[in-house]
T-cell receptor, first 110, second 115 residues
Framework: KQEVTQIPAALSVPEGENLVLNCSFT??????LQWFRQDPGKGLTSLLLIQSSQREQTSGRLNASLDKSSGRSTLYIAASQPGDSATYLCAVRNTDKLIFGTGTRLQVFP | GAGVSQSPSNKVTEKGKDVELRCDPISGHTALYWYRQRLGQGLEFLIYFQGNSAPDKSGLPSDRFSAERTGESVSTLTIQRTQQEDSAVYLCASSREAGGTGELFFGEGSRLTVL
């Protein structure tokens, strides 16, 4: 059974810092991995999708890497801003459904 | 439409009543998913539709939960005889491709409160 773990559970940093959020999964036979952002009381916004054949994806200040063999992904956020404050979720797909981690709650203070 | 649309955004109901939640996926997306998110917890998979194939109902928590989808359009999640433990945000997502490669796009969710 696929299990997804995210570390840390919560993170509070001053504006401008570079951050790394971690995601690990137990079954490496995945189709893809997706990172989402969730603001309080809102749905999920897709940030990056990495297919199993890819090593990384970049979008603006975000960079996600995937090491399938070791069951790990990292989300790197450069030059963090208060607007980045949210919960970040990773999810892996090795069947038709996405299995989610419990998220990292990020707070960036001015 | 431009994104996944869900209604109602908020629903307060009394224990024992039935509720219906609606999801309108992105046009052209063949796959549709329902997830549940209880307060402070992660997302639980409920059910998955792919075109005209039989849905994957493996995540439905009890027989009080059911869902329908007509073709590749709107889906309705029905909860009968609601219980307080059903209080959660119900999230719908759609994806263009089936079989695991597609990106999922989520709606804003329907927040259900059972008194």
């Amino acid at each position: 059974k696929q299990e997804v773990t995210q570390i840390p559970a919560a993170l509070s940093v001053p504006e401008g810092e570079n951050l790394v959020l971690n995601c690990s999964f137990t079954d490496s036979a995945i189709y893809n991995l997706q990172w989402f952002r969730q603001d309080p009381g809102k749905g999920l916004t897709s940030l990056l999708l990495i297919q199993s054949s890819q090593r990384e994806q970049t979008s603006g200040r975000l960079n996600a890497s995937l090491d399938k063999s070791s069951g790990r992904s990292t989300l790197y956020i450069a030059a963090s801003q208060p607007g980045d404050s949210a919960t970040y979720l990773c999810a892996v797909r090795n069947t038709d459904k996405l299995i989610f981690g419990t998220g990292t709650r990020l707070q960036v203070f001015p | 439409g431009a994104g996944v649309s869900q209604s109602p955004s908020n629903k307060v109901t009394e224990k024992g009543k039935d509720v219906e939640l609606r999801c309108d996926p992105i046009s052209g997306h063949t796959a549709l998913y329902w997830y549940r998110q209880r307060l402070g917890q992660g997302l639980e998979f409920l059910i998955y539709f792919q075109g005209n194939s039989a849905p994957d109902k493996s995540g439905l928590p009890s027989d009080r939960f059911s869902a329908e989808r007509t073709g590749e359009s709107v889906s309705t999640l029905t909860i009968q005889r609601t219980q307080q433990e059903d209080s959660a945000v119900y999230l719908c997502a759609s994806s263009r491709e089936a079989g695991g490669t597609g990106e999922l796009f989520f709606g804003e969710g329907s927040r259900l409160t059972v008194l």
